[in-house]
């Protein structure tokens, strides 16, 4: 939907599939002008009776690129001559001349040449484009730094000519991805402050212009370099244009009536923060407070990278994800409608938040021409070379937030590392001119109360009046940095709705902070003298002395600024789970033989985290096998024994006391798992064949089990993956050792990115189709089939959490290794690098749910131990190993971090 200061709309939806096409030239006069070789005709009514349209993007109030930033771009029948100049363009009823007259700060005239319309390239089952003519006009208008004009296009004939007014230059920047970045504002925590800010005469300087939405689209199938879908025309001269910030703030968000949402409250969220972030980061600096920022939205909900690349450049990587998104024909599909319309559109840059649909996929590597990691850069440069715009205009990326993966968390830190190219940190070598902003620790502080507070939070503890069990509400503990929305996320109302939400935490409403980060980020390269960070701590080494780990941090990328350290709880025991965004290190354990092993050791090598008396889901476990084999005469007498264990009450054999109804027990300080065991801490279902798997191993029977090793293989894999443990035939006998005792189970765990084994290429094939299924199935539910949920990976719990402290020299911090077992050597090192969807968190104790949790309380915003201390940045994920030689870290090809 789209809607102005005066009149709220619906918008239509449309489909579309891919293609490729390019156009044959240009034809110049006076100055650069458009030409386009004419195909054939479909969609459009068109006759000469038509006035002379502007293509979408132009209206009142347009911000038009200042110079100084504008260049040409090269023939891909976009383009045009060298020399700095702003493009019009539009559809004409003739082919006669036409004159565009410019008025205001400045007055010229300038010619711009017409050529027939190339006509079609939108999908064949599409509304058509609204009326226009049959013919097409470009022209390039004088570069200028600053001022307000009116562009007058004219054939000569009255009731053919066109203006538009109110015209400013200033910094256009285009905004696109899928649902996170088309997410609307009035879902977000600030949307009401944001709008009172406006109402009170702030960001003055801020217009925006929305193409597209959540789930409205144009897909072709050539590029569509002029359109006349969301462009101002006689029939509608008021929906599909510019805003100022004040004029779209000055109507109710909502309307009383239809209910439709002003063009103010359905912006981009994220893009619209941008703006009013980097008008503010402005005015601090004291430099260019009053140059205007244009905002273009045109992003889709449920789109993935390949939607937005040409097909052309889509030959250039392995391993693409080409069905898992919401359009039916991925490639290209969007490009050609939704980004070729705006490529003459001179800007200063783009910003880029999508991801969620390709984290199904292999995460890639730029280095390697896999993946995301290949498709992002190859994109981005794709686009710099069809664009109007300098070599070195911005590129911005946003991260993926916890709660994004749809399923598939073992990839998200791999994912989130491909969104760099594989460097760790933007801007880098594969995509220069770039800047980053990481949001993996501002998840939605609610998320796990789903699409309705109210119903699954009983203990009224997300909305007020708020109960009994609630944890009290201190944000003086916050970090600085997101101190300041702590009473929204308290209300918890967005646009003053109890618990608003756009499908739960998948779409995090915290917001404005990514666009204060995307702004920081881009601050700190438009204006260099100023000294400003470019990026959170970001890794450059790491060493071993005894029981410490230092990290040391790129002094450059700090910029003057030093490293800062949060309290983090590393006190497993009281976690919900195994896993963390904390720092977390992989040590190699000293090698206890098997047949060292005690009774319960066995069952916990086994993976059985239970031991003593008490059992897991009130049933029999294998360690009260073991005790009850001490008091039994033999293997017979201990399995009759367990098989007559009543359920729910407390019983006694000889002189020990059972106990059936304790619920779940697992690994604490008072408890500890046995050394050299399993990395199996996660109970499994308890069932009497457990209790008779205790005896076994009590009286001999049964040897040790297998188990996965802690070792630097094990340590050392950064992105894990599964494949389907049939071997590659539904129904055949198991050929994988899922289970390491029976081989039992669905998938089985391999490393995807790093040491040891692989399984054949045709079985990773099948395991990324059972990722794809459950990130569909994450999506739009079931979608009438059975989508197995991926098996706990046992090797998330050979990692431990460690405590940090600061170094004295402000750029470094210290890893206290004093937890690790006497003479367990460190292999790796991890931080802000999750192996699943439960470590995806630096709140692993206090969530919403949990049993581990007596007091619900929020995902407190930005909790991951480190940041720098006056940007408030978060350091930047970084997965190294350690040499068992040196001590020293080594990264994953290309990022390094050996200093």
Known sequence: QHSSAHAILPIPTFVMMGGHSRFNGWTTVSIAVYVA???????????EDTPIIFSAGFSDGSVLQRSGTSSHSPDLGVGGEPGEGVAVYGYAPTAKPITIMVTGSSTYSVVAAVEPWAGGGYHPATAPEPAHGGYVWRALLHPEQEGTINITASDGIANHTTSISNVVFGDVFFCSGQSNMALSIDYTFS???????????????????????????????????????????????????????ASSTAVPSRDPNTKQLSAFAQFSATCLYFGVELAAMRERLDTDVDVPIGLIQSAIGGSQIE??????????????????????????????????????????????????????????????????????PAMVQSWRDGWRAPSNALFGVATLASGGSEGNGHHMAGFRWSQTANFGVLPSPAMPNSFLAQLYDVADPWANMGDQPGASDPNNCTLPPYGPLCAPWDPSKWSVGVQQYAPQIRENSPSGIPGSNFMGGIHPRLKRVAGARLAAAAAAQMYPKARLPISGPTIAGCSTEKTTLTVTFNKTLLAGDT????????????????????????????????????????????????????????????????????????????????????????????????????????????????????PFASCSPMSPGECLEGCAYAHGAMPAPLFPQINATTCGCQTWGTVPCDGGKAGQKNQWPCDPVNRTGTEYWYCEDGPGWKPPASLRLRGHELARLRSLAAQQGTLGITVPQAPQNPFEAIWTAAPVSSHPDGTSVVVDLKSLAQGAQ????????????????????????????????????????????????????????????TGKCSCEPPQHCNA
């Not at 070789?37 to 006759?47: H, I, L, P, Q």
């Not at 969301?230 to 244009?241: E, G, L, R, S």
Request: aromatic share 8%.
């Open 37 to 47: 070789c004419v195909t054939g005709v479909r969609g459009a009514t068109y006759s």
């Open 191 to 245: 949307a009401d402050g944001l709008k009172a800010e406006a109402q009170a005469g702030k960001y003055t300087q801020v217009r925006h212009f929305m193409f597209g939405s959540m789930g409205g689209h144009y897909e072709a199938t050539t590029p569509q370099w002029i359109t006349a879908y969301n462009a101002v025309t006689p029939q509608d001269n008021t929906t599909y244009v510019w805003h100022t910030l």
């Open 307 to 376: 939607s937005w690349m040409d097909n052309t450049t889509l030959t250039k990587c392995a391993n693409e994800s080409l069905t898992g998104g919401a359009i039916p024909q991925d490639s290209g599909a969007l490009y050609y409608g939704m980004v070729a319309p705006f490529q003459n559109y001179s800007v200063a840059g783009w910003l880029w938040y999508q991801g969620e649909n390709n984290v199904y996929g292999h995460p890639g590597n730029s280095q390697l021409k896999s993946g995301y990691g290949c498709e992002l």
């Open 563 to 678: 490293v800062a350290v949060q309290l983090f709880d590393t006190n497993m025991s009281e976690w919900s789970g195994v896993d963390s965004s904390g720092m977390m290190v992989c040590a190699e354990a000293p090698k206890v033989p098997p047949s060292a092993l005690t009774c319960e050791g066995k069952c916990a090598a086994a993976g059985h985290c239970c031991t003593g008396i008490e059992s897991c889901d009130q049933q029999p476990s294998c360690s009260q096998g073991c005790a009850i084999a001490n008091v039994t005469s033999s293997l017979k007498q201990c399995q009759a024994t367990c098989m007559a264990i009543p359920q729910h009450c407390t019983f006694k054999v000889g002189n020990l006391t059972l106990n059936t109804c304790g619920g779940c027990c697992s690994w604490t300080p008072e408890n500890p798992a046995p050394p050299a065991i399993s």
């Open 826 to 885: 460190v292999r790796a090192v991890r931080y802000g690098w999750p192996l699943g969807d439960q470590g995806d968190t630096c709140c692993p104790q206090e969530t919403v749910s949990g049993p581990s949790v007596s007091r619900i309380a929020p995902c407190i915003p930005a909790a991951c131990p480190l940041l720098s201390a006056k940007a408030q940045l978060p350091a930047n994920p970084w997965f190294a190993r350690i040499s068992a030689t």
